[in-house]
C-alpha cells in the first residue's frame, strides 16, 4: 500500500502522522509556502461566544486532540502544546445572562466557569459588562509544532519538497512522476482552487491578519477576548487579531487589516502598543463552515481533506484519524463533511 498526499499543513500533516501510526508507506509532497497552518495562532476554544454555543463536535474534538499533541510531543521531544487560559470580556448584559443561563446546564458544565465576584469586577482592561472563563482552553504554537513535525517526518524520509504538477498526474492510474499509488488525499488549503479534481467545491481563500505587539496595559496571565484575541506568548508579546476577509487575492499583510486590529483592541485599552510584527495567511472555508472529506465521486482513490477554516488545530487531529479508518476500513465519515453536499452532473 502506498499513499500520496498532497499539502503539508495541519491536513496533511494529521494525516500522515496517522498514516505512520499505522504503518502505512505515504509520500508528502509540499512546496514549503504555508498560506495558514503557520500563520495561525493556534488557539483552541471551544466555545463559540456569538451565542454562548458550543463549537462544533468539541466533546469529540477535545479528547483526540489532547492525546494526539501529547503523544507527538514525546515522539518528537518538542514542546508547542499548552493549556491556556481564557477570559471573555462580556460585550453586553444580554450575553452576560446567556452565559448565567447556561453556566449551570449539564451541557456545558465542562466548558463554562461560573461567574463570580473576581470576574465581575474584573478591571484589568475595560470591561463594563464584566467577564467569564472558558475552560478546556489550549494554545498550539504553530511555529515549533510545524518544524517539529517536518523534521519527524523528513527523518523518516516521507516528505518531498516540491509544487505538485497536474501535468503530470493521471487521476484515472492514480500515477504521478511514472510512480504508481493506491490512494492519493489532497490536502492543499486554499490553493485546492486551482486543483482540476476538486476545486468545484469552491472552498474560499479567507485572509486573517494578525499583528505581534507589546503594550504594558494587557496581563500576561490570561487571554483576553473582546472583538479580538489577545494571546500572551512570554517576554510581554501578544499575538492581536484577527481579521476574516473573504476571497482574499493574497496572503499579504495590509495597512488596512492592522488598523481594524488596533480598533478593536482599542475596545480593550487605550494604552498605545508597540508593533512588533504583521502577518497574514490564508484560511480554507466553505459555505457552511464544515470541512470536505471524501473520495471524488468520478476518479476514485482520490481523496479530499479540506476546508478547516479557523478550527484546524482543534478538529484537524480527530478527522484525520476519522478519514484514514474511512479509507482503510470502511468506516463512514461524518455526514456533516461529505463533498456529496455539493451536487454536480459529471
Known amino acids: 500500500m502506498k499513499v ?30 504555508n498560506n495558514s497552518t503557520l500563520p495561525a495562532t493556534g488557539i483552541i476554544n471551544p466555545i463559540v461566544f456569538r451565542r454562548t454555543t458550543k463549537s462544533w463536535r468539541v466533546d469529540q474534538f477535545l479528547p483526540s486532540l489532547i492525546e494526539f499533541y501529547s503523544k507527538l510531543e514525546k515522539e518528537t521531544k518538542q514542546s508547542f502544546f499548552y493549556p491556556l487560559k481564557l477570559r471573555r ?59 517539529s513535525c517536518q523534521k519527524y517526518l523528513s527523518a523518516n524520509k516521507k516528505i518531498i519538497e516540491e509544487k505538485f504538477d497536474f501535468e503530470k498526474y493521471n487521476p484515472t492510474l492514480k500515477i504521478y512522476k511514472h510512480i504508481y499509488y493506491d490512494k492519493v488525499i489532497f490536502c492543499e488549503g486554499s490553493d485546492v482552487q486551482h486543483n482540476p479534481l476538486f476545486n468545484y467545491l469552491n472552498v474560499k481563500p479567507t485572509k486573517g491578519q494578525i499583528l505581534t505587539l507589546s503594550v504594558d496595559a494587557i496581563p500576561e496571565e490570561e487571554l483576553l ?88 488545530y482543534m478538529i484537524a487531529p480527530l478527522l484525520s484519524k476519522e478519514l484514514t479508518e474511512h479509507i482503510f476500513q470502511g468506516v463512514p465519515l461524518h455526514k456533516e463533511v461529505l463533498i456529496d453536499r455539493i451536487k454536480i452532473d459529471w
Open 225 to 312: 477576548n473582546r472583538k479580538c484575541f489577545v494571546l500572551p506568548i512570554g517576554n510581554g508579546y501578544f499575538k492581536v487579531g484577527s481579521t476574516y476577509e473573504w476571497d482574499a487575492a493574497d496572503a499579504l499583510p495590509t495597512k488596512d487589516g492592522k488598523q481594524k486590529i488596533l480598533d478593536n483592541l482599542h475596545v480593550l485599552t487605550t494604552t498605545p502598543p508597540k508593533i512588533i510584527a504583521h502577518s497574514a495567511g490564508i484560511r480554507p472555508t466553505t459555505y457552511d463552515r464544515r470541512p470536505f472529506i471524501g473520495e471524488h465521486q468520478k476518479f476514485k482513490d482520490n481523496f479530499i481533506f479540506n476546508g478547516l477554516g479557523t478550527k484546524g
Open 89 to 147: 470580556i462580556f460585550s453586553s448584559n444580554q450575553e452576560k445572562e446567556e452565559w448565567i443561563k447556561k453556566q449551570t446546564c449539564e451541557e456545558f458544565k465542562p466548558y463554562l466557569e461560573k461567574i463570580n465576584s473576581k470576574d465581575d469586577s474584573y478591571n484589568l482592561v475595560k470591561s463594563p459588562f464584566g467577564t467569564a472563563r472558558v475552560k478546556q482552553c489550549y494554545w498550539v504554537n504553530s511555529e515549533v509544532f510545524m518544524s
Open 4 to 33: 500520496l498526499i498532497i499539502g503539508g499543513g495541519i491536513a496533511g500533516l494529521t494525516t500522515a502522522l496517522q498514516l505512520l501510526n499505522r504503518n502505512i508507506s505515504f509520500t508528502l509532497i509540499d512546496h514549503g509556502v
